[in-house]
């Protein structure tokens, strides 16, 4: 059993690989008693901000795992910044450990931070495909493991974490904008995995109370109509979704309609 949350398919692109029929965490998170039993348990989720969603964080509390091997794989793009030694003290906060915990490096999505033309042009270097395959190895096996941060992570989380206390959140509210070349298609409304966003006479309105801060939307949208109100991101023409999978199929995972 493998549940996911993703907003531009990577973590969903990681999860097939692994289970054919992974679940989808903000659809799970719809059901008042979440209760699973399964001889191997697992969860595939994306870093944000050198953390594991909030989101994520909220079903595994809510949630109870009978399970004889339970693992986390966190996705992320260029520094994992110690986020598995991270996880794995905060679910022993809350009287929960897991087996196995390590990090796939992928495309980088994090658009205030990075062009995602570059970052397709690099993608082959991280050889996401080999690392999955040996991922996939370790679990056959139950490996017990829990990914140690090198010198450079920790220190790199550090210099963050310090960033962000001396000049306060990368990003504020109200975090996009819609331009006129919005053509009403509705596609951010169904990307987004908190109902966040309602269509009213044809155009997106948000409702940041709920907020994942996840950018399906703004990453999904076909004519690139929906752009940052307060950050100035390194190419607004440039967006992402893992090349494997299909709009619909992140529609599906995550639409709260």
């Not at 969860?43 to 009978?66: R, T």
């Not at 990003?171 to 987004?192: A, E, H, K, N, W």
Request: aromatic share 10%; charged share 20%; glycine share 4%.
């Amino acid at each position: 059993m493998l549940f996911y949350f993703t907003a531009t398919g990577n973590s969903l692109y990681v999860a097939k690989q692994l289970e054919n029929d992974p679940i989808s965490i903000p659809q799970e998170l719809r059901k008042a008693n979440r209760h699973y039993i399964s001889d191997s348990i697992g969860i595939v989720c994306p870093l944000f901000e050198f953390e594991i969603p909030n989101l994520v964080k909220d079903f595994i509390q809510g949630s109870s795992f009978e399970t004889d091997y339970f693992y986390l794989l966190i996705t992320y793009g260029c520094h994992h910044g110690g986020v598995a030694q991270r996880t794995q003290a905060w679910l022993e906060s809350i009287g929960r450990k897991a087996d196995y915990v390590n990090t796939i490096i992928m495309h980088d999505n994090a658009l205030i931070v990075f062009d995602m033309d570059q970052q397709r042009s690099i993608e082959a270097e991280k050889q996401v495909d080999a690392h999955i395959a040996a991922i996939k190895a370790d679990i056959s096996v139950r490996k017990s493991y829990v990914q140690e941060a090198a010198a450079e992570e920790i220190d790199f989380y550090q210099h963050f974490t310090e960033w962000i206390r001396q000049t306060g959140p990368m990003y504020s509210f109200p975090l996009y904008q819609v331009m006129d070349s919005c053509i009403g298609c509705g596609t951010c409304v169904r990307v987004c995995p908190k109902g966040c966003i309602r269509m009213d006479s044809g155009k997106p309105v948000y409702d940041y109370q709920h907020c994942a801060n996840c950018m399906a939307c703004i990453q999904a949208c076909p004519t690139k109509a929906i752009q940052f109100a307060t950050v100035k991101e390194p190419n607004p023409q440039a967006r992402y979704r893992n090349p494997h999978i299909k709009l619909d199929e992140i529609i599906r995972a995550n639409e709260q309609a």
